[in-house]
């Protein structure tokens, strides 16, 4: 299954790494890198995840539990969304989503 990007999912990314970065340096890099693993490895139990709709939402697990990845699965294609903090305020996080679709 091909992982494919909304253009604002690459920014979401990009915002969590310069976030963590102005709190530790090295940080920003160590978060991107988890980020971008754990969504390497969603094409092995894409589907599995909570559906809300229009799309599935992924927990991840490990440093940065708390970042949410929103996914959908077209065809062969697994588009991501966006990933989001899943400690921000949940209508805001709907917001930008909505607006994504």
């Known amino acids: 299954m091909k992982i494919v990007f909304h253009d604002q999912a690459k920014t979401d990314l990009d915002k969590a790494a310069a976030f963590y970065e102005q709190q530790e340096k090295g940080l920003g890099r160590e978060v991107y890198s988890f980020l971008a693993k754990q969504i390497e ?6 589907g599995t995840h909570l559906f809300l709709g229009h799309c599935y939402r992924a927990v991840l697990k ?9 996914y959908q699965i077209e065809g062969q294609q697994l ?5 989001l903090d899943g400690r921000r305020d949940p209508r805001r996080n709907q917001q930008l989503l909505d607006k994504r679709f």
Not at 41 to 46: M, T, Y
Not at 79 to 83: D, K, N, P, Q, S
Request: without cysteine.
């Open 62 to 70: 490990g440093r940065f539990p708390y970042y949410l990845v929103f």
């Open 41 to 46: 490895q969603l094409p092995d139990r894409a």
């Open 79 to 83: 588009r991501i969304l966006a990933v």
